[in-house]
């Protein structure tokens, strides 16, 4: 990445190999001074600048009415697929000091939720 001088990081695709390891990715992004985006707030809280996505305890919130209906007699495969429906956006306003970065308020403002 730093040949080819990347100016930001985009951490979007859920997997293991990438939620196991939210220390090392934020880690890597802090020590280039790279300011990145990731899917899930799991990234930072583990120190990362900002998240972007749907709301886990939402889906899971969710999950349990799924859940409800499959017990009560539903057949899975007649259940709808949904898709989310809250997003949040997350910003670690001391992480974006760290690599001296300055969040506009307008982002800010918009923001779900500001860790200072």
């Known amino acids: 990445m730093k040949e080819q001088h990347a100016q930001a990081l985009i951490v979007q695709a859920p997997s293991p190999i990438l939620y196991s390891n939210p220390a090392r990715i934020v ?38 009415a799924y859940v409800d209906k499959i017990l009560k007699g539903a057949r899975p495969a007649d259940l709808p697929v949904e898709r989310p429906t809250e997003f949040e956006l997350i910003i670690n306003r001391k992480a974006a000091k760290a690599i001296k970065l300055t969040v506009p308020p307008s982002i800010l403002q918009r923001a779900t939720e500001v860790i200072e």
């Open 27 to 64: 880690g890597f992004a802090s020590a280039n001074r790279l300011p990145a985006i990731y899917v899930n707030r799991a990234f930072v809280d583990a120190g990362g600048l900002m998240s972007y996505g749907a709301s886990v305890l939402d889906l899971h919130r969710r999950s349990a």
